[in-house]
């Protein structure tokens, strides 16, 4: 079964505009990461954020961690055309197992 | 080159036949993992291995098996394939230090089982 859910399925919105996407998950974790996957191919591994840290950023991306509500946002700043890809979170709990959501499905358009 | 590789990228076979994919490394990682992603979908676990001689079971194994030939190497095979295992096939890698545990993924492999 899966872990996270990210919301929303699917979203698109204008080049320039911020995009935000969030993940909730149900148990507890040692952190939690988004990946990025471009039509068809592998994911690619963006941020990681740990159970004990609030908010990271990394370039134009920001991750937030509110653990309890157990919930995770990523937000893509000042989006470019090449951003359009689905984006996942996964969580890492006690073992070294990913859980995946379903992903989220961002189109940029120009 | 590629850090992850995956053979072959595509691949379309009939039900019955017994398919073998293959996913090479060269990061010197000591995980490997197998996944499936459906449309729609996230990914879900087959198989992991934590060293050459540590083989898992994911969430999803019935139909598969996996070897783990040498650290660079870990195979997935269909002994009798259906029609739902038609799916987006990926290998992946990790580290086996330290407490990230950020995964590295090949290109992926479709296969289509008519």
């Known amino acids: 079964s899966q872990q996270g859910e990210e919301d929303p399925q699917a979203l698109s919105i204008q080049e320039g505009e911020n995009a935000t996407m969030n993940c909730s998950y149900k148990?507890?974790?040692?952190?939690l990461q988004w990946y990025r996957q471009n039509s068809g191919r592998g994911l690619v591994h963006l941020i990681l954020?740990?159970?004990n840290e609030r908010e990271k950023h990394s370039g134009r991306l920001r991750v937030t961690l509110d653990t309890s509500k157990k919930s995770s946002s990523l937000l893509i700043t000042a989006s470019r055309a090449a951003d359009t890809a689905s984006y996942f979170c996964?969580?890492?709990?006690?073992?070294?197992?990913?859980?995946w959501g379903a992903g989220t499905k961002l189109i940029i358009k120009p | 080159d590629a850090d992850v590789t995956q053979t072959p990228r595509n691949r379309i076979t009939k039900t019955g036949k017994r398919i073998m994919l293959e996913c090479s490394q060269t990061?010197?990682?000591?995980?490997m993992y197998w996944y499936r992603q459906d449309p729609g979908l996230g990914l879900r676990l087959i198989y992991y291995?934590?060293?050459?001689?540590?083989?898992n079971k994911g969430e999803i194994s019935d139909g598969y098996s996996v070897s783990r030939q040498a650290q660079a190497k870990f195979s997935l095979s269909l002994e009798s394939a259906i029609p739902n295992q038609t799916a987006l096939y990926f290998c992946?890698?990790?580290?086996?230090?330290?407490?990230?545990?950020?995964?590295?993924f090949g290109p992926g492999t479709r296969l289509t089982v008519l």
């Open positions: 996964a969580t890492r709990g006690s073992n070294y197992q990913l859980i």
């Open positions: 992946a890698t990790s580290d086996g230090t330290g407490s990230k545990n950020e995964q590295f």
């Open positions: 954020i740990r159970s």
């Open positions: 990061k010197g990682h000591d995980r």
């Open positions: 291995s934590f060293d050459v001689k540590d083989i």
């Open positions: 148990t507890s974790i040692n952190n």
